[in-house]
């Protein structure tokens, strides 16, 4: 059974730095693009980030490029997204989900975990 | 980017009536090179994850009931539950993956 279990969320300020985790297991984890996908308190979906099978495709939405960094570990079968310069705007629940499609960035998401809440305030 | 408009933004359906969710994009999502639209379908029940429904804009998920159905092609879509149950509750949201990757803002579903 797949299984994709998020840590990591929290309360931070504005400004502050959090680093989530996504922790897969069910399926060969280095095979799949992994993403994460965000949404806002009684909001609709936004992508996030993505990342391919090996790391070698790494795209970001506009509202987080230059703040948050995706990465994995194949070898943990682990996924992680590092937020820096956390806004207002940015409080969420971040779901990671396994991506699948024909090539980098074209991704739908077949299965996700139920996310991690995080709250930036002062 | 794309941006996908869902209508309506609400719906009340009677059970076993058939519920319609259309999704537009502001440009085709229709790959001419391998002649598939780059559309998927979700269904997100309060408290939950998101669950994929429909993919390719037509092609039904693994375990999805067949009462679920999705159409279109190029800019406009249609999900389409033929005989609603009391458990398709929920809000549905369609995405595009031709480019970057952006969602609608989703239609609420309920009994009337």
């Known amino acids: 059974e797949v299984q994709l279990v998020e840590s990591g969320g929290g309360l931070v300020k504005p400004g502050g730095s959090l680093r989530l985790s996504c922790a897969a297991s069910g399926f060969t984890f280095s095979s799949y693009s992994m993403n994460w996908v965000r949404q806002a308190p009684g909001k609709g979906l936004e992508w996030v980030s993505s990342?391919?099978?090996?790391?070698?495709?790494?795209y970001y939405a506009d509202s987080v490029k230059g703040r948050f960094t995706i990465s994995r570990d194949n070898a943990k079968n682990s996924l992680y997204l590092q937020m820096n310069s956390l806004r207002a705007e940015d409080t969420a629940v971040y779901y990671c989900?396994?991506?699948?499609?024909?090539?980098?960035?074209?991704?739908?998401?077949?299965?996700w975990g139920q996310g991690t809440l995080v709250t930036v305030s002062s | 980017d794309i941006v996908m408009t869902q209508s309506p933004d609400s719906l009340a359906v009677s059970l076993g009536e058939r519920a319609t969710i259309n999704c537009k994009s502001s440009q085709s999502v229709l790959y001419s090179s391998n002649n598939k639209n780059y559309l998927a379908w979700y269904q997100q029940k309060p408290g939950q994850p998101p669950k994929l429904l429909i993919y390719w804009a037509s092609t039904r998920e693994s375990g999805v009931p067949d009462r679920f159905s999705g159409s279109g092609s190029g800019t406009d879509f249609t999900l389409t539950i033929s005989s609603l149950q009391a458990e398709d509750v929920a809000v549905y949201y369609c995405q595009q993956y031709y480019s970057t990757l952006t969602f609608g803002q989703g239609t609420r579903l309920e009994i009337k």
């Open positions: 989900a396994r991506g699948l499609g024909p090539a980098a960035a074209t991704y739908y998401f077949d299965y």
């Open positions: 990342i391919s099978s090996s790391s070698s495709y790494i």
